[in-house]
């Protein structure tokens, strides 16, 4: 069996911490996305085809050829032209049957066992907000249409999500030839799947452990269920401050207080510091607070969206000495801030 890991796109959803690197390399539980992914799948398939197109390079150079038992080969996308086009760039490296999944959402060995079952598939998951994603409507357990981040309420449409991994064949690739443009002027696997279904029956599996990652503080929720609230302390990290319910990564020297947070490689955090349900880029020295707020807003793409609760979002490679930072605020990367309230994002 092969899987084809659609992981070329540029998320500007999960700035700044993506601004640095693609978003299947950011990491939980102190591994990235992609590389969760390729563990759960290594006793399922034998090759993964994983389609690159924003900073590729990064991609290739932490994956490589090989991830356990499982041959690596890279397929790239030159131009963002969406999920339907990037599926049929890796078509001249399918054999036939395959799973397609996104590479910067995590799913379960078990949810890729399950979704193999049936000739066709399609993962899905109940949630309360639909909207953010593509409705599934069903009978029988079989698809009868995709509706695409509806407006109208969940109620009248349905409380199942598509969570983007299916089970496929090369039969997609025909379809996908014949798709016409969305209104996002991209080419959508969602609307080649939808066609499928016309023909062929494709089973909606139920899921159950499916981390979508569509903002920088998913990043958190997903860290908190991998790591069933104990604390992960990466490699050569020197801790004398305390950590609690979070995850260190590689090389990092840790004097303050660090609650409900991720804390990535090679990042100071000063003595008398605290940092609660914060995300912390690579290479970052910080000294000062990001306290948590409830019901907290912060901006993405000019829209405010509210998070339960959330302290700051920091990208790599920033200096912040003598900072208090309010909740819901983000620092681009390579920013150096000193004796400074920080009341919005700095970019």
């Excluded at 030159?78 to 049957?97: D, R, S, Y």
């Excluded at 599996?205 to 920088?216: D, E, F, M, T, V």
């Excluded at 998913?218 to 991998?226: E, F, H, R, V």
Aim: contains cysteine.
């Amino acid at each position: 069996m092969q899987a084809v890991i659609l992981a070329a796109g540029k998320s500007t959803r999960t700035y700044p911490l993506t601004l640095t690197k693609p978003k299947p390399l950011l990491k939980v539980a102190n591994k990235t996305l992609l590389e969760h992914n390729l563990d759960s799948l290594n006793n399922i398939i034998d090759e993964a085809i994983i389609i690159v197109g924003y900073k590729k390079d990064l991609i290739k150079k932490c994956i490589g050829i090989r991830h356990k038992n499982i041959k690596i080969r890279y397929a790239e996308q030159k131009k963002q032209l969406g999920t339907g086009n990037a599926l049929l760039i890796a078509e001249k490296h399918v054999k036939n049957e395959f799973i397609s999944l996104h590479g910067d959402d995590i799913y379960s060995e078990e949810e890729f066992r399950s979704i193999t079952k049936a000739k066709y598939s399609i993962l899905v998951k109940k949630a309360e907000n639909p909207s953010q994603f593509g409705a599934i409507i069903k009978k029988n357990d079989i698809l009868l249409d995709i509706i695409e981040k509806p407006e109208k309420p969940v109620s009248t449409i349905s409380n199942l999500v598509n969570t983007g991994l299916y089970k496929l064949d090369k039969k997609i690739f025909h379809i996908i030839r014949r798709l016409k443009k969305s209104k996002r002027n991209e080419y959508e696997l969602t609307d080649a799947v939808k066609m499928l279904s016309k023909n062929h029956d494709v089973r909606c599996i139920s899921s159950k452990n499916w981390l979508p990652i569509g903002y920088p503080w998913d990043l958190l929720n997903a860290d908190i269920s991998l790591r069933k609230n104990k604390n992960v302390i990466g490699k050569n990290s020197k801790i004398e401050g305390n950590i609690i319910n979070s995850s260190i990564g590689d090389s990092c020297r840790i004097y303050g207080n660090v609650k409900n947070s991720i804390i990535m490689g090679n990042t100071f955090i000063g003595k008398g510091s605290v940092i609660e349900d914060s995300v912390i880029g690579k290479n970052v020295y910080f000294n000062g607070k990001a306290l948590a707020g409830n019901n907290v807003h912060s901006a993405v793409k000019g829209e405010w969206i509210m998070v339960d609760r959330l302290g700051a979002i920091i990208g790599d490679n920033v200096k912040a000495d003598n900072v208090m930072i309010k909740p819901g605020c983000k620092i681009w990367p390579n920013k150096s801030i000193l004796n400074k309230y920080i009341k919005e994002d700095v970019k």
